[in-house]
């Protein structure tokens, strides 16, 4: 499972002209699941992600979580992060998880940031959606499950 987790300002999802999600300080969660993951890749990351230290504290260093600060965390799925371009122009997609493997990790994912306390948004599973990112930092990081 790989996580491109952004500390962001607001962040939402829009599907067909249509609102899905909206958060305001907290994180956005763009989820890639692979192939090969499985419950317990989901149940790590989520921990990582609830507590990562990417808030700033009173001295102004990373040091709080979103648990912490109060904050939400938007998800959104994106298979693209398994995007292969090492060879020719067109991005291979062989290493990312099927809908039908992918769907049911990445609804884990989102329970485990749950149980964590953190309050949750998402994005609509396979749809084309809109994402709006308001990167605060900006601060970009990449976790992955292994």
Do not use: W
């Not at 062989?94 to 940031?113: G, Q």
């Not at 949750?120 to 976790?143: C, H, K, S, W, Y």
Request: glycine share 8%; proline share 4%.
């Amino acid at each position: 499972m790989r996580a491109v987790v952004q500390r962001v300002a607001r962040g939402a999802v829009y599907v067909e002209g249509q609102t899905i999600s909206t958060i305001g300080r907290g994180l956005v969660v763009l989820l890639g699941v692979k192939k090969d993951d499985a419950p317990a890749d989901a149940r790590y990351l989520a921990e990582k992600t609830a507590n990562l230290r990417i808030f700033e504290d009173r001295e102004g260093k990373m040091n709080r979580s979103v648990l912490e600060v109060g904050g939400a965390v938007l998800v959104v799925s994106q298979f693209t992060l398994y995007g292969d371009c090492r060879r020719g122009r067109r991005p291979s997609f062989t290493e990312a998880a099927p809908p039908a493997l992918a769907e049911p990790l990445y609804r884990d994912f989102i329970a485990a940031l749950n149980t964590h306390g953190a309050v949750t948004a998402e994005g609509q599973f396979q749809a084309r959606m809109l994402v709006e990112i308001v990167n605060d930092g900006p601060v970009t990081i990449i976790l992955e499950s292994r």
